[in-house]
């Protein structure tokens, strides 16, 4: 344990005659012991600061608090009648410490700073003694607050005139008023961002208006952007989390392309406020170091370019500096470009003289500007290199080190503690927001009162960017940081730790890449197990987190988990059977209560349904959901209950589905995983909508558009949108439904998904016609007579307009191009039809129970009744409204009757009482509307939608109503 003991005497008369040196006193005390994570005892004139030795950072942490005090209590010098500091190292409990402090205390022969013996033999290198002989010595300086370079050294600066003519470009930029002004600083080496930076410091001093983007050391897809201000969580939901700075890389898998174009949207969005004035913004916007950037970096600031070239009211001028070539993904028409050669090699022979002379080895200067090569950054690494006696003779080939060496040496010439706050930057910098990074360097024992040491050490060398937030400011750090990390696991598991805990608060989404932290952390296998099944389901359905890599399972402590998930996620119907083949054969003779064969059993079910074979036999997935849960493995049991709600949608049980996808989509929410909470709303808004409940369909629909907005999927986006374009329709909103329609057709045309172009195409034609504007062009279905929604709902305009013999004949058509259907994922939007989002899951999941089948083959019947006068084809109907299949809740049962009445209505010798089929249809139409409560809405419902319309109003010429 190492102890801090500080005696003030006369601190009870300084309480009384001096209360405010007496307050300042205290506040030190305290500040000093919380910014260095050390236990305090106290009493009227004593202090004593604890600070665990098995603790991180421990004897840097002492040293430093102890110069903190000794700092605090020189300023206030006189008014406080003396003060003694003594540092000490013992495995005495506190008490005893106390103790035998009081009486060293005793013997001192003045005031001041003094160590003992035993914990001088650790703290020698932070700080200096003097004194022969005996247990304890006076202290007489700090060697960690001694300057990293000599104070009379200077950096060399670019040349006087280029950054004249910089600064010209730059003032000429200020003062255009139209354009979109951009200055290309190019140039080998440093020198680029040299000038640029002096340039900047004479235009803005207070460098308050001046906004900086450039790479982290971590090359992920945001990195280049994490210095402009985030998106606003409102708008940009989960993903906007992640972009703020929590995981976004290990999280890329979770969002992909979509979340770089958003993002890379809400930066276009937020430059365009500021050149049009409507924001406070930058006056300067600098991106550094273009030949660093990732590739998702540089295709979002080639999108930001190419806006500001179209834009010639920009604000805001804007600097680009590089060290290499214009990067090719960059558009090339920049107004301004300037040349930066490296610094002259006189120039540079002349500071190293300088620094030789500063260090007292006058013969070191040829060697320090043979190692430099012509970058001032060079040369403050070989300064530094040669002021520390023991490291000097290694740079005698100095000039044949690459960069990254001298970096090396530089860093080694510090103690252990730089390294390891280096490495803990590199990992977390565009990992961590600003709370999670706080809490992590205190955890790995990088306190608050060392931070400022290391981050004012650091950028003197030119390896960290010391204004906010600290960042590293050389690409090359990263080399050696890999190198070494081994000498840093205890920085890792402080890190590995951080991100659990932001697991467990459900910030932070799983995947492979963060399994592989976690797994040395947490080994107790039920956990790991848990978390694998999450990684992997979120890797196997979303994209791998390790570029490069396929999900693996070579630390698994299962063994079927990617059959498993690739029977979830195959291409094909082939795929699938080929996945299930290789569980079943890597499982063997597995427990049937195992997780194992478990997984086995749902795999087969989630397979059943994919291909629409029908089981009506849920126990297995069942049996899988209780393993799920006994693990904990969230994920996979909120698809286990997306299923059983399928199920039970599949067998008729509809209120008894709504719960189990209620169950699913609030367990996935929570997580939050976004697409089982997506597919679990679009199924419980289909389980609504069939029950008549068109209220709740039209929340469950508003929460899937929640979710494809906030996880940044448009292909959701569509799906979602599509189905609110069907409740509208189904509620007679025949204008809102095309204008969504519409929408979509554009949307999907934009996204390249042709199947939801045309879909919705179909469909924006279908309610247009509904709503009586039968002249919309029917180009658009012709194009496709093999489509059986667009052969049907031909049919329908010209059943509209009375011409039955052609409304039959493409009926017939229709009827005979009904789809096969197919092998196709749960977790997939279909767009074989138009129902397949909403009745599709409850009433035509399996090919025996086609619900567009059921559709066309009815209005086949009711055009050919009419066409022909035909009581078979009336009988055709009636039969089908009283089929057992379809219950009450089918959303078309008064529609049949209302048909057959229709056709009966046109014959002399009806074969059924036309009474009595309205009245049949009446009921029917009443029934579904027992759910909706709201009275707007079931007026809605029952005089906006076309056929609601005219059972209504013939039921009142009846006397029905």
Known sequence: ??????????????????????????????????????????????????????????????????????????????????????????????????????????????????????????????????????????????????????????????????????????????????????????????????????ALRRLSPDRTSILRGGPGTILTPLAPFFAFPPPDPEDFGQAAQAARGVAAGLCRHHHGPALLAAYGSHLRTRLGMWDRGEAEGPAWIVFEDLDRFSEEGLSILSALLEKREENRSSRAPLILATAGALPKELPGRLLRS????????????????????????????????????????????????????????????????????????????????????LRALAISEDLLDDAAYDEFLSAAGYDRGIRPLMASSMASLGLVLDEGRPRLAHAGLQEWIEATKGDFESIDRAFAAELAKLYAKKRISPSLALYRLLVAKDPAEKARTAFLLDALAADMTQGPSILGEKPSTSDSPIEGCIPLFRAWTGSSGRDAALALDDLATSLGGASPSSLDSAMLSF????????????????????????????????????????????AALSNGQIQEAADYLSNAEELASSIPEGMESFFSSLAAAGAAFVLGDM???????????????????????????????????????????????????????????????????????????????????????????????????????????????QAALLADRACASIPARAWRPIDALSWNSGFDLLEGPCLGLWPSNSYLADQTAAFASYVHAMAESDPARIEELTARSREGRLAAFHPQAHLYDWLAYLACETLESPPFDPATLLSRAWKALQTRTLRIEDAALKTQFLEGNRWNREIVSAARARRLI
């Open 1 to 198: 344990m190492l102890f801090i003991y500080l005696r003030l005497p006369y601190r009870r008369q300084l309480r009384v005659v001096d209360p405010e040196t007496a307050a300042l006193v205290d506040g030190a005390i305290g500040r000093i012991a919380l910014d260095f994570d050390a236990k305090l005892r106290k009493s009227e004139v004593k202090a004593l600061f604890s600070i665990a030795e098995t603790e991180g950072c421990a004897f840097l942490r002492a040293a430093e608090a102890l110069r903190s005090l000794a700092a605090t209590l020189e300023a206030l010098g006189p008014r406080l009648h003396g003060y003694t500091l003594i540092i000490d190292r013992s495995e005495r409990e506190a008490a005893d410490a106390l103790e035998g402090l009081d009486r060293l205390w005793l013997g001192l022969p003045e005031d001041g700073a003094w160590v003992t013996s035993a914990a001088l033999a650790r703290l020698g290198s932070f700080l200096r003694s003097s004194g022969q002989g005996g247990n304890i010595k006076r202290i007489v300086g700090f060697s960690l607050a001694d300057p990293i370079l000599p104070p009379e050294w200077k950096a060399p600066v670019p040349d006087p005139g280029l950054i004249d003519a910089a600064v010209s470009i730059m003032e000429a930029m200020r003062q255009r008023k139209e354009g979109a002004e951009i200055l290309l600083a190019l140039g080998p080496g440093e020198a680029p961002g040299a000038l640029i930076e002096a």
């Open 338 to 421: 300037l040349a930066v050669p490296p610094f002259p090699f006189k120039e540079m022979a002349e500071s190293a003289t300088k620094a030789a002379l500063a260090i007292g080895r006058p013969t070191m200067g040829p060697i320090l500007a043979g190692a430099a090569k012509g970058e001032a950054f060079r040369l403050g690494l070989a300064l530094r290199i040669a002021w520390t006696v023991h490291q000097a003779e290694k740079l005698v080939n100095g000039v044949e080190m690459e960069t990254a060496a001298l970096m090396a040496l530089a860093i080694e010439g510090l103690s252990a503690e730089f390294g390891g706050w």
């Open 603 to 646: 795999a087969r079910s989630v397979d059943d349904f994919s291909r629409g074979v029908e089981r009506s036999d849920a126990s297995s997935i069942r049996n899988a959901l209780m393993r799920f849960h006994d693990f904990g493995a969230q994920r996979a049991e909120a698809k286990a209950h997306r299923l059983l709600g399928l």
């Open 695 to 805: 209220r709740h369909s039209g929340l469950w629909i508003e929460r899937a558009e929640t979710v494809a907005r906030s996880s940044f999927r448009p292909d959701w986006a569509l799906g979602s949108a599509f189905a609110a374009a069907r409740l509208d329709f189904e509620l007679g909103r025949y204008g809102a439904a095309v204008g969504t329609f519409e929408g979509i057709v554009k949307k999907a045309g934009e996204l390249g998904n042709e199947e939801a172009r045309e879909r919705a195409m179909f469909w924006a034609v279908r309610a247009a016609s509904w709503s009586g504007t039968s002249t919309r062009s029917r180009a658009l279905l012709s194009s496709r007579p093999d489509d059986a929604e667009a052969s049907w709902f031909l049919a329908e305009i010209a059943a509209w307009e009375g011409d039955w013999d």
